[in-house]
């Protein structure tokens, strides 16, 4: 192994390495720039071409290229001499453990180098994501890559003897003898990183509009959607650096966010932020802004999120965007700057909820939103405190808002999704289409089991803390008919003549559909929320 590491720093140019992080500055016969590894007002991070090494005067930190990217990736010294020596096709062997989880990496990590070697040979989707607003630097941090052919990509795990354990990660599927097929084939593919700064995963962005737009790798032993947040790994120093994280819901925004200078933004893949991403972000930050788009959906996604910040004592800044508009589109349109009031303007959630009911913002709903989320506090004497000062202020007996909180036996509680029953296909959609088509319904007409009864009635409360994964990630093509044909299975059985004396349940939902797409509010819903 000391060898191949020999030859590998040999092969490297530090200026060239560091330069693809960092903006350096030549002064002499060597480069300085700010140190990224400590707060630095005045450039003291200096960088020897003739030595190959770095140096920071301020901090002390040093060493060689692989150094810095070990640093700098959150990487072990080993696994950033594979990173170096993929980036650059420089073939050495290096392997840090022999175990079936680190073969399963070490094969993910070679095929993400396949990608990327594919990405930069392809103009075509370097110039689609030009157009996106990705830079070169952007394409080689996030490790980019492309999948042109299911062939190229056996050939070369037979290369590497990989093909059966990759083909265990579910990410090439066998589609006759001999012949494999690339879950990713035609799409840009992101390597997904764990905070380790290893591959443990891909997502892929279609590009020829004939597919879901995203697909993610399958749940495999390396790969739990749940436990892994997007860009984690780049941003892991910067999180710590400032004391909080920002969070956003795509691909695309981590990469243009940490492009223009945001980079302690991560995003969950293709799933709702839940209870693991609130403990991963826990061990790093104090406070979390939600960046999330300014629509109805986005702000769901906040109210999904906040319960699960609060338990693990975090402070929340919910910051919703322009409507129609994702972090993303806002730099393309109006600049970072625009992003940057955004973010500067967020207000800590119950101090913002405060100052609505101060000023008599819809005062009633502000106070019933201000006791749901302060039941999920994890210090408890704080939460009971700020209840009496809503109290001074509002002149409503405590006992009376105590009366509103959230069952603190619920929140407590520790949620065992895996434990309980799975819902049916048809509880899941009508969980979904509850949720995304707002129909006013009597649920006393619906035969539903406790547990569904019990995520339906919050869903209707706007309080999604009790839906469970499987519906919040739940895809379905024709809501609206899948949810009608829901709707016939739940409904309890209705005399013949009653029936026939009322339209059918077909044309009942589709005008509803018609009549209330795009603004409809149940009853107790209806009233607009700024941030939530």
């Known amino acids: 192994m000391s060898?191949?590491?020999?030859?590998?720093?040999?092969?490297?140019d530090i200026v060239e390495v560091i330069s693809e992080y960092l903006n350096l500055e030549r002064v002499?016969?060597?480069?300085?720039?700010?140190?990224?590894?400590?707060?630095?007002?005045?450039?003291?991070?200096?960088?020897?071409?003739?030595?190959?090494?770095?140096?920071?005067?301020?901090?002390?930190?040093?060493?060689d290229a692989i150094r810095f990217v070990s640093l700098y990736e959150n990487v072990s010294y080993g696994q950033a001499a594979l990173i170096l020596a993929?980036?650059?096709?420089?073939?050495?062997r290096i392997r840090e453990e022999s175990s079936e989880k680190q073969k399963i990496i070490e094969v993910l990590e070679e095929v993400a180098g396949f990608y990327h070697r594919k990405i930069r040979q392809s103009s075509e989707v370097l110039e689609y994501l030009k157009e996106r607003g990705i830079d070169t630097s952007t394409v080689r941090r996030f490790s980019l890559g492309y999948s042109t052919s299911s062939e190229e990509l056996v050939?070369?795990?037979?290369?590497?003897?990989?093909?059966?354990?990759?083909?265990?990660?579910?990410?090439?599927?066998?589609?006759?003898?001999?012949?494999?097929?690339?879950?990713?084939?035609?799409?840009?593919?992101?390597?997904?990183?764990?905070?380790?700064?290893?591959?443990?995963?891909?997502?892929?962005?279609?590009?020829?509009?004939?597919?879901?737009?995203?697909?993610?790798?399958?749940?495999?032993?390396?790969?739990?959607?749940?436990?892994?947040?997007?860009?984690?790994?780049?941003?892991?120093?910067?999180?710590?650096?400032?004391?909080?994280?920002?969070?956003?819901?795509?691909?695309?925004?981590?990469?243009?966010?940490?492009?223009?200078?945001?980079?302690?933004?991560?995003?969950?893949?293709g799933t709702s932020f839940g209870e693991d991403h609130a403990k991963i972000l826990s061990r790093f930050v104090k406070r979390v802004y939600l960046l999330f788009d300014g629509d109805e959906a986005g702000r769901r996604a906040v109210r999904v999120a906040?319960?699960?910040?609060?338990?693990?004592?975090?402070?929340?800044?919910?910051?919703?965007?322009?409507?129609?508009?994702?972090?993303?589109?806002l730099i393309r349109k109006e600049g970072k700057e625009a992003l940057r009031r955004v973010l500067g303007s967020a207000m800590e959630l119950f101090e913002g909820l405060m100052a609505d009911i101060k000023e008599g913002k819809e005062p009633e709903a502000r106070i019933k939103d201000f006791m749901y989320f302060i039941s999920f506090m994890k210090d408890e004497i704080r939460a009971y405190t700020m209840v009496s000062d809503l109290s001074r202020i509002t002149r409503i007996p405590q006992e009376v808002l105590l009366s509103q909180m959230y069952p603190r036996e619920r929140v407590l509680r520790d949620n065992g999704e895996d434990e309980l029953p799975k819902l049916s296909w048809t509880e899941r959609v009508f969980l979904?289409?509850?949720?995304?088509?707002?129909?006013?319904?009597?649920?006393?007409?619906?035969?539903?089991?406790?547990?569904?009864?019990?995520?339906?009635?919050?869903?209707?409360?706007?309080?999604?803390?009790?839906?469970?994964?499987?519906?919040?990630?739940?895809?379905?093509?024709?809501?609206?008919?899948?949810?009608?044909?829901a709707l016939r299975r739940l409904r309890i059985d209705i005399p013949e003549e009653e029936i026939s004396e009322a339209k059918s349940l077909r044309e009942t939902v589709r005008e509803w559909v018609r009549t209330h797409r795009g603004g409809f509010r149940p009853l107790a819903l209806r009233r607009k929320r700024r941030w939530a």
């Open 86 to 92: 993929r980036r650059y096709g420089i073939k050495v």
């Open 306 to 329: 906040v319960p699960y910040l609060l338990k693990e004592g975090l402070e929340v800044y919910p910051a919703l965007l322009p409507e129609g508009l994702d972090p993303e589109e």
């Open 432 to 485: 979904k289409g509850l949720m995304e088509l707002k129909p006013e319904l009597n649920l006393e007409e619906l035969n539903l089991s406790p547990r569904v009864r019990e995520i339906a009635e919050s869903i209707l409360k706007e309080e999604f803390y009790e839906v469970p994964e499987e519906v919040m990630s739940l895809k379905v093509e024709r809501l609206e008919e899948g949810f009608e044909e």
């Open 3 to 12: 060898s191949d590491l020999e030859d590998l720093r040999r092969e490297l």
């Open 155 to 269: 050939r070369f795990l037979k290369e590497i003897e990989g093909l059966e354990v990759y083909e265990r990660t579910g990410n090439v599927a066998k589609v006759g003898e001999g012949k494999y097929r690339d879950l990713f084939l035609g799409r840009l593919v992101i390597p997904v990183k764990d905070e380790k700064g290893r591959v443990v995963g891909f997502g892929g962005r279609d590009l020829k509009g004939d597919g879901p737009k995203y697909i993610n790798s399958p749940e495999s032993e390396v790969f739990k959607k749940r436990k892994v947040l997007f860009g984690l790994s780049e941003s892991i120093g910067y999180m710590k650096d400032l004391g909080y994280a920002i969070v956003v819901e795509g691909y695309f925004d981590v990469m243009r966010m940490h492009q223009e200078g945001f980079r302690n933004t991560v995003a969950p893949l």
């Open 28 to 63: 002499g016969s060597s480069y300085r720039t700010n140190c990224p590894f400590h707060p630095d007002r005045t450039p003291s991070f200096y960088v020897s071409p003739s030595r190959q090494i770095f140096k920071c005067f301020g901090c002390g930190v040093g060493g």
